[in-house]
């Protein structure tokens, strides 16, 4: 499976993760609106993250909406449904790329120079840290996992 760190076609990307979100929203009966389907849409033109604000710029330009909470509406729902993740280091959103069969949400490696944005299998990790945590007498109930560092491509540059 390629990273988003690889050369690939994005678009098959996009799509697949497109119609994983339509048929979540079919089986769990939600409602992926015309504004929630664009911002998802926006989320997944690149592998990165996208702010609020960004994601509401381009809903006024597109004529979906001109306040923020018609942004942030949408990023709720796609997020708390699993159609996106926030990613608090960059305080910004991501398209989710890939079903994650345990529902819980994955290690996220952010470049620090081109804001590329790549999911990574956590449940190894999240028991690591459970375990570790259980030593120390702390039972951990939610863990977000944030990498920042360079891509590989990036690391050529410097």
Known sequence: MK???????HSACADAAMARATDLAVARGLRLTP?????LEILLERHRAFGAYEVLERLAAEGLGKQPP???RALEFLVENGLAHRIQRLNAFTACQSAHADGQAPAFLICRECQTVDELDAATLRAELSAAAGQAGFAVERATIEALG?????????
């Open 150 to 158: 360079l891509c590989a491509a990036c690391a050529g540059r410097a």
């Open 3 to 9: 990273t988003a760190f690889e050369r690939h076609d």
């Open 35 to 39: 504004v929630r389907r664009r911002v």
């Open 70 to 72: 018609v942004a942030y």
